[in-house]
């Protein structure tokens, strides 16, 4: 099984950039998708941002045009910028076979008014 693991989690201004990165043990192509998903306090987690096998690109509604997610066989990236405060949220990595997920241990982000 996968082993996932997310950095660049951080504090930041509104307004500013991000960049998340999700390393991965094995080959992503080997996965239907993968993506990240967020986590705010006292909230459920929501899907941000997933790409499948063949290259499709998903985004909330609330990062399209601010986010951008890429991949390659070893790792996941998800450009985040014009950041605002209703991001701030614990950022999971996300790879999916049909019969089973697996997620990264979450990186923070937080973004200051």
């Known amino acids: 099984q996968v082993q996932l693991v997310e950095s660049g989690g951080d504090l930041v201004q509104a307004g500013g950039s991000l960049r998340l990165s999700c390393a991965a043990s094995?080959?992503?192509?080997?996965?239907?998708?993968v993506g990240w998903y967020r986590q705010a306090p006292g909230k459920q987690r929501e899907l941000v941002a997933t790409?499948?096998?063949?290259?499709t690109i998903k985004y909330a509604d609330s990062v399209k045009g601010r986010f951008t997610i890429s991949r390659d066989s070893a790792k996941i990236d998800l450009q985040m910028d014009s950041l605002k405060p209703e991001d701030t949220a614990v950022y999971y990595c996300n790879a999916k076979l049909p019969s089973k997920d697996y997620w990264g241990q979450g990186t923070q982000v937080t973004v200051s008014s």
């Open positions: 094995e080959n992503l192509f080997m996965y239907n998708v």
């Open positions: 790409i499948n096998v063949g290259g």
